[in-house]
């Protein structure tokens, strides 16, 4: 019997599962009909003996106390509710809304805010008209006759190009569409300048009007979609 005792302690001294608890109220169980039905109905003299006697008692007391332990020791805590508990008996009550103070922080809605529109990308307006385009445009920074891009795309509306011209020489952009030109910046070096026009969808060309600047490649195409 000792050594079924040691046999159970790993077990109750593992996770609290019901299967120590089970085990010995099972031994228990098998023990008490074994003394009544199996030998005690069958012998009445059964136990013969005092020292029989004392040795089913003993035995009967630590199964008692080993199935009392298991009990204990496999009973499980309950959880801990988050919530008050002078809260629980108005959130039973259909209809009746917890109190503001109760009330979670995540659930408290925020104040709708305006979408914004990301950088770079024109805000919708009801009409084209309505539209704003801001495009940068850099020329050759060492001096070379050259614009950092031959291709710009905007849509139709407002267009803003802000050139940059850090180089030694002398530049500006100018837009034109055929042969008519719709607009310039003034011809500058060292800092920024800024052309703004109104441009319906099409096909323009954008280029450095300074003698031979185009000729040698500061030329590119500006390409407006609806």
Known sequence: ???????????VGAEKSKVPFYIAGGVLILWALVISMGLGMRR??????????????????????????????????????????RYVSQVATIGEPLPPSATPAAAVAAPATPPTATTGTPAPASSPAGRATALALAANPTGLLSYNTKQLAARAGTVTIVMANMSPVEHNVTVAQGTTVLGATPTF???????????????????????GHRQAGMEGTLTVSS
Do not use: W
Request: with cysteine; net charge positive.
């Open 1 to 11: 019997m000792h050594l079924a005792m040691l046999q159970l302690t790993p077990i």
């Open 44 to 85: 009445p003299d059964f136990p013969s003996t005092q020292k029989g006697e004392r040795a089913i008692i003993g035995v009967s007391v630590l199964l008692v106390a080993a199935t009392a332990a298991t009990a204990v020791l496999t009973a499980s805590v309950p959880a801990k509710s988050n919530v008050p508990n």
């Open 189 to 211: 070096t060292g800092g920024t300048k800024t052309l703004t026009l109104k441009l319906k969808p099409g096909t323009y060309t954008f280029y450095c009007s300074v003698p």
